[in-house]
């Protein structure tokens, strides 16, 4: 059982939270739609460890030759393969069933988050730039099913903070990754994703230092927005701009002095004043739309 656990990676479900985000700022929050939304949310839950799962059945080669993945269930044994399928067709089918208990919209955006990790797994995620936006393009498939899925028109302003923190978080990802490479020169490109071949440090700190600035600019000029002010009845939004900063500042120092940034959800647990900044971020976002 702990090796399932493993494998269908409980604690990236943290991620599902984008779902959410939309009946939050909508201030949807009766119970009938906060218990779709929950639906949707437990939907892409099951469908994210679906990818997991594929992901690690077509990678398991790769992954036995890893210094670090090689620990996995898959590639160290602990799960075969057979054990493996028969999981991911439970959890597609538990997903899906789920999104169509929710409605049409929301059954599609979890279908179509499934295709494209089959595609990004087959050949996209070797495709320099696009594998980030790849990678993006799920946030916004779970933003887009707790608004679009719920009956909640989705605000612009939303979907482009969603946007630019998810290239941010992507490219990051990939700075870790190199920065990983680097510090165990023993590695070769065998060992490593081909598509860091195609990425330079200079070109990835040029990208996330782009998409942290745009992220902090659009969420900014959201809670000014005089839209937003009607909208909540409030001008008190921009007292959670600082946790945004605080956070990306956070999440940049934890990358290049700490050796973090190749799995987000499990830096935001691991690191207190990540998650502190989490939790103020959404205790003061609560107490102004209240």
Known sequence: MRSVIKLVRPHQYLKNG????????????DLFTLSQALMAFLAFCCMASAVYVLNDIMDIEADRAHPVKCRRPLPSGAISTRVAK?????????????????????????ATYFVINIFYSWRLKHIVILDVFLISSGFMLRILAGTVGLGIAPSAWLLLCGLMVTLFLGFSKRRAELLMLESNEHCNGGLTRRVLDDYSPAMLEQFI??????TVLAYGLYTVSPKTIALHGSD??????????YGIFRYLYLLHQKSKGNDTAKDLVIDRHLLATVVGW?????????
């Open 18 to 29: 984008f779902v959410l985000v939309g009946p939050l700022f909508a201030h949807q929050w």
């Open 86 to 110: 028969r999981l991911l067709g439970g959890l597609i089918a538990a997903s899906m069933m789920l999104a169509l208990l929710v409605s049409g919209w929301v059954t599609l955006f979890v």
């Open 209 to 214: 230092a782009v998409t942290a600035a745009c």
């Open 236 to 245: 008190g939004l921009i007292y959670t701009l600082p946790f945004v900063v």
């Open 282 to 290: 959404v205790g003061s976002t609560l107490w102004v739309l209240t």
